[in-house]
């Protein structure tokens, strides 16, 4: 049986932009319109709203990918000038329609963004690079945006937890083309080092399937979290996400 194409870079984006529209056409939850599940959604929210905190009042920060706005209006809840950015339109307008009228809602593609250098103080990046066909392009953008000590978020699908690894092992046995993009977690922070942010961490981010919810409070104690980062390995076969945060421009 021959092998489908593989799809190009070009074609990959286009087809996963195409996906946002429909998402915001036919959702109206949070979730939905993200293309998450609602139980995703909800432990990635946990996770950065458990360990983000506004370096000061007023600052500017951009949630670059931000769907429904969910993190858009935690930053201007927390007293931000939030900016959220989506290249789906009908995700803006639902995210517009649920805030309560204290963020700018702009209409821009992660790897060319409308801004100019340094004028924020902060960048969001989540649930984007699975739908790119590279990371390094959208990287270099987000890191260009930050001032001198600015802070950045960026998530990607951990290439090397288990269920991942045995997803792609199954669609190249198929002969299947790649569905989503992965990052190894290693790389990514080299990305985001390279493009010239000084402090790098990984972070791991576990999340449960929907049946399994149950459980995802487990994964998330204190005492889990820190066997994760501190057991070499085991965070990166365990977790469905990984997330790079870094702070502040090299010189």
């Not at 990918?65 to 969910?70: D, E, K, N, Q, V």
């Not at 004028?119 to 690079?129: E, I, K, M």
């Not at 990607?156 to 997803?167: K, T």
Request: charged share 25%.
């Amino acid at each position: 049986m021959p092998r489908k194409p593989a799809p190009s870079r070009d074609g990959f984006n286009a087809h996963w932009r195409a996906r946002f529209v429909r998402y915001a056409l036919l959702h109206d939850d949070d979730a939905g319109v993200a293309g998450w599940s609602a139980t995703g959604l909800r432990a990635r929210f946990r996770f950065f709203a458990g360990r983000w905190s506004p370096p000061r009042a007023g600052g500017r920060w951009l949630d670059v990918g931000c769907g429904a706005g969910t993190y858009t209006r935690h930053l201007s809840a927390a007293g931000q000038e939030a900016v959220g950015v989506d290249y789906s339109v009908p995700s803006l307008r639902k995210a517009r329609a649920r805030d309560p009228g204290h963020a700018t809602w702009v209409a821009g593609d992660a790897r060319a963004l409308p801004f100019p250098g340094g004028t924020a103080d902060g960048v969001l990046c989540f649930g984007v690079t699975q739908a790119l066909g590279e990371s390094g392009p959208v990287v270099r953008e987000l890191v260009r945006l930050l001032d001198r000590d600015g802070e950045l978020w960026i998530d990607g699908l951990n290439a090397w937890c288990l269920p991942h690894l045995w997803e792609r092992l199954r669609r190249r046995l198929r002969r299947q083309p790649p569905h989503l993009h992965y990052e190894s977690p290693r790389r990514l922070q080299r990305l985001v080092r390279d493009a010239g942010m000084a402090e790098v961490r990984l972070l791991w981010l576990p999340i449960l399937p929907g049946r399994l919810q149950r459980w995802q409070g487990w994964l998330e104690h204190p005492a889990v979290v820190r066997l994760l980062h501190g057991v070499p390995g085991l965070g990166a076969l365990v977790s469905h996400s990984v997330v790079v945060v870094a702070t502040g421009r090299t010189p």
